[in-house]
C-alpha cells in the first residue's frame, strides 16, 4: 500500500488511517456531555430546522425501519420513533460509546421506548443483512468517517431495495462573502466557545477544520452515484453552509 494510501485527513493533519477513529472517538467522548447544548449554540438553534427538513425529505411511514446512523444523542431517532409508531423501528446507532450512551439516556428520559433499539456500528461495515432498512440517515457524521466510499457502499447494501439515503452534513457556502464570514466564525469564534462552554478548544478546531476537509456538494453527490445510488439529489441549507443530500436504492 502507497503512503498516501495509508494516511489520511484528521482536521488539517495528516495521520495514519488506523489512528484515524481513535483520535475522533477521543473527540466524541470529550464533547458528548455538552454535544446538544453546543449545536444549539454553534447553529442558533438552527440545526434544528436542517434535522426537520431532513424528516421531511426522508418519506418514512408508519411500519417501515429506519437507521439513524452516526445518531448521536438521538435527536432524528426520536422524531422516527414517532412516525413509524409501534409496528415500526428506528435503529440509533454510533461508533463513539459516550455518544451512544448520552442519546439512550435522553431518549429514555422522553419516554422513547420499544420502537428504538441501539447499535454500536463502525459506518464502514455495518453489522445488518442485506435489505434492512426503508430508509437511513447520518446526520453531521460522515465527515468524520475515515473510508467515506466504504461507508456509503455499506449504507447502500443495508437499504432495501427502493429505499433511500439522506446525508445531512456541513458543506461548502455558495458565496465568497458568506465563506468568509463562515471562516472567520469557525476558526475564532468556535473553538472560544468549545474552551468556554465545554472546556475543550481542540475538540472545536478539529471539527472545523473537518468540515473544510469533506467533500463539496457535487463530489459527494458523484460519490453516492459511485456507490450505487440513483436519483442523487442535494438541497443547500443557510447558503450552502449544510446541503441535505439524497440517494435512492432501485
Same mark, same amino acid.
Given at each position: *500500500? ?9 482536521? /488539517? =493533519?495528516?495521520? &495514519? ?8 472517538? @477521543? ?11 453546543? &449545536? ?18 426522508? $418519506? ?18 426520536? =422524531? ?7 409496528? $415500526? ?15 439512550? $439516556? ?8 420499544? &420502537? ?7 459506518? @464502514? ?18 465527515? &468524520? ?16 431495495? $427502493? ?10 457556502? @455558495? ?6 464570514? /463562515?471562516?472567520?466564525?469557525?476558526? %475564532? ?23 473544510? *476537509? ?7 453527490? @458523484? *460519490? *453516492? ?19 441535505? %443530500?439524497?440517494?435512492? =436504492?432501485?
Amino acid at each position: *500500500m502507497s503512503v498516501e494510501q495509508d494516511t489520511t485527513h484528521f482536521g /488539517y =493533519k495528516t495521520v &495514519n488511517r488506523d489512528e484515524k477513529v481513535g483520535l475522533v472517538a @477521543e473527540v466524541f467522548h470529550s464533547v458528548a456531555g455538552k454535544y446538544d447544548l453546543m &449545536n444549539d449554540l454553534m447553529s442558533g438553534g438552527i440545526h434544528r430546522l436542517w434535522k426537520r427538513f431532513t424528516i421531511d425529505c426522508s $418519506g418514512v411511514r408508519p411500519g417501515q425501519k429506519v437507521l439513524d446512523l452516526a445518531g448521536g444523542t438521538g435527536d432524528l431517532t426520536a =422524531k422516527f420513533s414517532r412516525i413509524v409508531g409501534p409496528t $415500526g423501528e428506528v435503529v440509533l446507532a454510533d461508533i463513539n460509546d459516550s455518544m451512544l450512551k448520552m442519546g439512550r $439516556g435522553k431518549l429514555r428520559d422522553k419516554g422513547i421506548v420499544g &420502537n428504538v433499539r441501539y447499535v454500536q456500528a463502525n459506518a @464502514e461495515a455495518l453489522p445488518f443483512p442485506d435489505d434492512t432498512f426503508d430508509a437511513i440517515t447520518i446526520s453531521f457524521g460522515l465527515r &468524520n468517517v475515515t473510508d467515506k466510499d466504504a461507508a456509503l457502499r455499506s449504507m447502500y447494501r443495508v437499504l432495501k431495495p $427502493g429505499g433511500r439515503l439522506l446525508v445531512l452534513e456541513f458543506s461548502k457556502p @455558495e458565496t465568497k462573502a458568506l465563506s468568509k464570514v /463562515y471562516d472567520a466564525y469557525s476558526f %475564532h469564534l468556535l473553538p472560544k466557545m468549545g474552551k468556554l462552554i465545554a472546556n475543550d478548544a481542540d475538540s472545536y478546531q478539529y471539527l472545523a477544520e473537518s468540515i473544510r *476537509m469533506h467533500p463539496d456538494q457535487e463530489t459527494l453527490k @458523484e *460519490m *453516492m452515484q459511485q456507490a450505487g445510488f440513483e436519483g442523487v439529489e442535494y438541497y443547500n441549507l443557510t447558503g450552502g453552509v449544510v446541503a441535505l %443530500h439524497r440517494g435512492y =436504492k432501485f
